[in-house]
């Protein structure tokens, strides 16, 4: 029993020797890369200072949109009355409109061109040749597109918020000026699309209208001159048998019998038949005998007065307007 104690312990010394050893050589190991380490870690703040430096603070700005309250829609609901068709404007689709436009493509690139925010990306860009700089810009425009982004409500939401957010190399108080900017720029070119649409088919209604007012007053002169030439042969008829007055087999014969029995013109004699014709002939206008017409005129200047005011239009409401927001390059933590 002795024996194997005696034999136990001196391996576990020896053990314990080599921790010992092993930690002793790994700090000495430290001490003397202690300048490398220092060195290294220099470096990496140098880099990070330099890259901060260098790179252009980003920021990030966002607005909140939603679609606009009833009453500010119904001036275009207000035509759709006088358009003889259902209210077909709500606050929904007028807002579906805004969104479509504030993702337009050619919406952007206008922005983009207007603001001369290709600089903000190639900031060289005007020094290049024509065949680069149309290179340069494309891939300007393209980076700004992903920088510009609408966020749209999600289908089990019944906020209907959308947010608008861009991020640029700009100052904070450019950014949200250039955003806001391009909400109203978007709500004015919404405003234009709705109230064209709806000029549109007021231009077409109108014309649809006139063509019938013109139809009735031709159908109307058609039938006077028809009526004419039935009169004119009722005339020579009837000098043909020297009837000059109404006549009938009996003693006399109502204009009103005529007419309901279809018995012959000329039963009413020349002198009756030509007064007729002639007051036909001097008529200078069908409009009091065409039952419709005043109907349709009616319609017509009811349309015709009716205009969209695009200062009581309203595409989107402002819930939150752009303002100064948060830096996203660099990031505080690279410091």
Known sequence: MQDAVTHTNPQNAHLAADDEIDLFELWQGLVQEKWTIVASIIIVMVLAAGYAFSVK???????????????????????????????????????????????????????????????????????????????????????????????????????????????????????????NKNIAEVVAISKTQIVNEINND??????????????????????????????????????????????????????????????????????????EKSALLKRTSDDPYIAKLRGLQESYDSLNAVNINPDRLSVARIDQAAEIGEKVKPKNRLF
């Open 57 to 179: 603070p980003a920021f990030k700005s966002t607005a909140y949109l939603l679609p606009p309250e009833l009453e500010l829609v119904q001036e275009l609901n207000r035509l759709d009355v006088q358009l003889g068709r259902a209210a077909s404007y709500s606050p929904q689709r007028v807002f579906d409109i805004f969104t479509q436009n504030l993702n337009s493509r050619s919406a952007m690139l206008s922005f983009f061109k207007a603001n001369n925010l290709v600089e903000v990306y190639a900031p060289t860009i005007n020094t290049l040749q024509a065949a680069q700089y149309q290179e340069a810009f494309n891939k300007a425009f393209e980076q700004f597109l992903k920088d510009f982004t609408v966020s749209l409500p999600k289908k089990d939401t019944a906020s209907g918020q959308v947010s608008v957010a861009l991020s640029l190399t700009v100052n904070e108080a450019l950014l949200a000026q250039l955003l």
């Open 202 to 275: 007021k231009k077409v209604r109108l014309e649809q209208l006139q063509q019938e007012i013109t139809s009735a007053r031709k159908i109307a002169l058609d039938q006077r001159m028809d009526k004419v030439a039935s009169l004119e042969e009722a005339i020579a008829i009837a000098r043909a048998l020297n009837i000059e007055e109404p006549t009938t087999m009996g003693p006399t014969v109502e204009i009103q019998s005529v007419q309901n029995q279809g018995m012959p013109l000329y039963y009413l004699g020349f002198k009756l038949l030509e007064a």
